[in-house]
């Protein structure tokens, strides 16, 4: 009897042991999750667990896994043809303006006189005649008259090829006395039948009748239609 008093109280110990172990465990398993939640609630959001995405996978034959992992088959670039659009052409640029080269005229110069030729003239016994005749004309002629005597001698030493037989000093134009000076601007000489213009200016001494300065500038031949109207004779 004392044996089985003695089994049946260790049965009964046994049991409230068991007892008590599961509600500790269930006690402890709450208060577990009470503290995570309560420690989860208050975690910043970058330790919170992130959902997990899906991943879908296809199932690809053999062809098509080759015609992956082939190399890329490289495209020609198309090019334009040169017949199919016009080239595009640069617009042409002025030329510069072209370089006009302006000729000099040159004007004939006069000849000035270096050795003067009527003393010698008026001094040759074959112009006696002429040198007494000059007396009769008065001053202002006789002043044109000398001139045109020296006018004459210079022309043919400047050129030998017109032989001066005489000198009109109002052809074209009177001429200008002052002074000492003639200024023959419209003149004319006749030389082997031809008239031609000339100009001259003309310095004389009153004293010894004798030109001390003379200037010429002989010019074109003169068309015989303007003798008559210019007192250009032909003897």
């Known amino acids: 009897m004392h044996a089985l008093q003695a089994d049946r ?6 049991g409230s042991n068991k007892t008590y172990t599961l509600v500790f465990a269930s006690s402890l398993m709450v208060h577990l999750f ?7 609630s208050h975690l910043p959001r970058s330790f919170r667990g992130s959902p997990v995405k899906s991943i879908g996978v296809e199932l ?7 015609q992956l992992i082939a ?3 490289p495209q020609e670039t198309p090019t334009a043809s040169l017949s199919s659009a016009p080239l595009e052409q640069a617009a042409p640029q002025p030329l510069p303006p072209a370089v006009v080269r ?6 004939p110069q006069p000849v000035v006189a270096q050795h003067f030729q009527l003393g010698r003239l008026l001094d040759a016994p074959e112009n006696k005649e002429l040198k007494e005749s000059l007396v009769l004309f008065d001053p202002s002629d006789q002043r044109e008259q000398l001139c045109n005597l020296e006018v004459m001698e210079q022309i043919q030493l400047w050129n030998e090829s017109f032989n001066p037989e005489r000198v009109v000093a109002f052809a074209y134009k009177d001429p200008v006395v002052f002074g000492n000076s003639v200024s023959a601007d419209g003149a004319a000489f006749r030389s082997k039948g031809d008239w031609y213009h ?3 200016k003309c310095t004389y001494n009153p004293t010894t009748n004798l030109v001390t300065a003379l200037e010429f500038l002989a010019g074109d ?8 109207d210019h007192f250009l004779f032909a003897e």
């Open 198 to 200: 000339l100009t001259y």
């Open 221 to 228: 031949v003169i068309a015989r239609s303007e003798w008559d």
């Open 9 to 14: 109280n260790s049965y009964v110990i046994a």
């Open 71 to 73: 190399p890329p088959v």
């Open 102 to 107: 302006e000729e000099v005229i040159q004007t």
């Open 60 to 66: 690809i034959g053999t062809a098509q896994f080759e």
């Open 34 to 40: 009470a503290y995570w939640v309560l420690a989860m």
